[in-house]
């Protein structure tokens, strides 16, 4: 009877741990280009920060070139990250 305990209580943490440690799924969208030309500044920005705004004002930039947007889901928790390039 032990050992069936055991066991089971085994399997019960197993579940449970690997509920909890998901690995994080990230991807790239790209989102906009514009006829600027592309510059040596980055800026990053999350979404509940103020986005591309923030994202541009971050990197110091004026003149928008491109603007990519990172999604990662990571223990069921949804980020969205502008990331923008210009001068």
Do not use: W
């Not at 050992?3 to 085994?10: A, E, Q």
């Not at 790239?28 to 510059?39: A, Q």
């Not at 509940?48 to 004002?57: D, I, K, T, V």
């Amino acid at each position: 009877m032990r050992k069936i305990m055991f066991v089971l209580g085994c399997l019960a943490l197993f579940t449970v741990a690997s509920c909890i440690s998901q690995p994080a799924d990230t991807y790239y969208e790209p989102f906009g280009v514009t006829n600027n030309p592309v510059g040596s500044k980055v800026g990053e920005a999350l979404d509940s920060e103020g986005g591309l705004f923030q994202a541009a004002q971050n990197g110091g930039i004026t003149l928008i070139s491109t603007v990519d947007i990172r999604h990662r889901v990571e223990n069921r928790v949804y980020t969205r990250t502008f990331i923008v390039s210009g001068e």
